[in-house]
């Protein structure tokens, strides 16, 4: 399989006065897999059917392998693209669309039908060769349709939220799936979904996206440890947000004083941005700031919700182990184990 | 669940009764011969004897084909076009199609033939344009129905994206996946453009229907097994195009055992 450079170059688009994406700026290595994560609107589909070249741009260009394909059409991209749809032909069974692709570039027939069973076999679906689209689950339509992607060798995978049709559990699984096929073949990769466990688990890096601009693009631990923006702070996993009160690039928060890390914002009232875990919460009488509301069993870890004095509720994630003891009512004292936090305005 | 129970049956039997009776009694009383009791072929031979049947029969079915090729070049296209990249215009094309059973058939008959290129308007085929439109709040419908049925705009795209051309796409996916509901459309163009009599006579041409009523003043029971053998025909139409969406061993794409 061939590896390819992609590069979105800021490429702008509109839909009426919606601006899709604003100045969108990606560079995506040879073999790399990124995910493009945001909520709903934000313009991450619309830049990948951008890169597939089933939307056009306002501005801005698509370079493949430092080629402008940007005026190229869809057909002649060399692209394989899993959608968010059930999108396999009804009238095809399951070798007859993997091989389709092969097909339309005038592959011999038993040439691309045994390429289509290689493929099939690669997703464990050879033994479902023979049947139809509607005979298949949710899970094996969009395993063909992934076979289907890859049997043109395609210069670069497009995947549009593949796996949100699926239940959980087939969801873990075909995710882990994706990312073993792509490892082996070394297919570069553009990922788009608005699930962030899916796209922190199985990305080389994600690029986290909000009114169609990139606010970050950085490796999934990056991003969850040092979030550049406060959107992505608290979009990317969970984030408690405590009053604090910022003089000169310190924070005072928990009675602690910390250093800032946004150095924009004026003097006074802040929020500071901490995550679950970096909260410790001891039992220490003499000077409680908080009591425990709720303590839920997660297995390894417990979470811990507590309430300050100021009516602040603060979310805390600590070991099972370790929080055996906080039980509701009880005064606890917290405190975060960071020496610099992010901050964001009132 | 008792009443749904006796419900489902009668009102099925009743449908059965309520189309098999009148076509049963025209199918008894076309055989009849001069009374009650004695039953012949005699008004079938009648048909076959009118010089004009074979003619007008031939007239209708031409300018039928006509409709359905019509139908195939400029409606099937337009219908697929609207789902694929005009979604917003179809609440506007609903209520188009509706039009020609709201206009009466006298200002449709005059209004669409003025706005006919002229060379068509003094052509016997400017009845296939008017069946179209007639036919048009049907086969819309068909179209429109067995196209929302599947996400065409998907599939569509998944072949573009795997290298198909336009051309490719539509030969390849889409035709084979709309076959069905084209078929019923260009069914519903060709019944009604067999049977269509008050535009056609508007007009001032011949056709079948036409032809019918007027030879139904020489012999009521030969005009009874003409419309026997329309209706007949009609079916036998229904059942061989039926025959031909089913998906048989032979029919399926290459590489399929």
């Known amino acids: 399989m061939s590896s390819a450079t992609l590069e979105i170059n800021g490429i702008s688009r509109r839909f009426g006065d919606v601006v899709a994406l604003n100045k969108l700026e990606i560079k995506i290595e040879p073999g790399e897999l990124v995910a493009l994560l945001g909520p709903s609107g934000c313009g991450k589909t619309t830049a990948l059917r951008i890169v597939a070249g089933l939307e056009s741009t306002d501005s801005g260009s698509v370079l493949l392998r430092g080629a402008d394909i940007t005026k190229v059409s869809a057909n002649h991209r060399n692209m394989g693209m899993v959608f968010q749809a059930y999108s396999l032909f009804p009238n095809l069974n399951a070798q007859e669309n993997v091989a389709f692709g092969l097909q339309m570039r005038k592959v011999a027939k038993g040439n691309r039908l045994a390429k289509a069973g290689e493929l099939l076999e690669l997703v464990g679906l050879n033994t479902q060769s023979k049947r139809f689209p509607h005979q298949l689950s949710g899970g094996q339509q969009q395993r063909v349709a992934l076979a289907r992607a890859l049997a043109v060798e395609p210069d670069v995978l497009l995947l549009d939220e593949p796996l949100s049709a699926l239940d959980a559990q087939v969801r873990a699984n075909l995710r882990e799936e994706i990312r073993r096929l792509q490892l082996s073949l070394g297919t570069t990769t553009l990922f788009v979904t608005h699930d962030q466990e899916e796209a922190m688990s199985i990305s080389d890096r994600v690029g986290v996206m909000n009114h169609g601009r990139l606010e970050q693009i950085a490796s999934p631990d990056t991003l969850y440890n040092k979030p550049a923006t406060t959107f992505v702070a608290s979009f990317v996993g969970l984030m408690n947000r405590l009053p604090g009160i910022l003089t000169n690039g310190k924070v005072e928060v928990l009675g602690q004083n910390l250093s800032a890390l946004s150095s924009d914002l004026a003097n006074g009232q802040v929020k500071a941005l901490v995550r679950p875990e970096r909260i410790n919460v001891t039992q220490d009488q003499s000077t409680p700031n908080a009591r425990v509301i709720t303590r839920s069993f997660l297995g390894a870890s417990s979470r811990i919700i507590c309430e300050m004095h100021d009516g602040t509720i603060v979310q805390s994630l600590m070991t099972s182990h370790g929080s055996g003891m906080l039980n509701p009512g009880e005064t606890v004292k917290l405190e975060i184990a960071d020496l610099e936090v992010l901050i964001a305005h009132e | ?257």
């Not at chain 2, 359905?68 to 609903?94: D, S």
């Not at chain 2, 067995?146 to 996916?173: C, D, H, N, Q, Y």
């Not at chain 2, 329309?230 to 031909?244: Q, V, Y």
């Open chain 2, 1 to 257: 669940m008792k009443i749904r129970g006796i419900l489902l049956p009668s009102t099925l039997l009743a449908a059965i009764i309520f189309i098999t009776l009148p076509f049963g009694s025209a199918t008894e009383f076309s055989f009849r011969d001069g009374g009650k009791t004695k039953h012949s072929l005699a008004a079938y031979r009648w048909i076959l004897a009118q010089e004009d049947f074979l003619h007008y029969l031939g007239v209708s079915l031409r300018l039928a084909l006509g409709a359905v090729f019509i139908t195939l070049l400029i409606m099937v296209p337009t219908v697929a076009w609207l789902h694929l990249r005009a979604q917003k215009y179809r609440p506007l094309m609903e209520f188009l199609t509706l039009l020609p059973l709201v206009v009466p058939v006298v200002a449709l008959s005059i209004g669409a033939q003025s706005a006919l290129p002229e060379a068509l308007q003094s052509n016997e085929y400017e009845l296939s344009f008017m069946y179209v439109i007639l036919a048009m709040p049907y086969t819309y419908r068909a179209l429109d129905i067995g196209m929302s049925a599947i996400p065409l705009k998907t599939i569509t795209e998944a072949a573009r994206g795997l290298g198909a051309s336009w051309i490719k796409a539509i030969t390849f996916v889409i035709a084979p996946v709309i076959r069905n509901a084209v078929v019923a459309s260009l069914f519903l163009t060709l019944a009604l453009s067999l049977g269509e009599f008050t535009l056609t006579s508007l007009l001032h041409w011949d056709t079948f229907p036409t032809w019918v009523t007027s030879v139904s003043q020489q012999n009521i029971i030969g005009a009874i097994a003409l419309s026997v053998f329309s209706l007949a025909a009609a079916f036998l139409f229904l059942f061989a195009i039926g025959l031909l969406t089913m998906r048989s061993k032979s029919d399926l794409p290459e590489g399929q055992e």
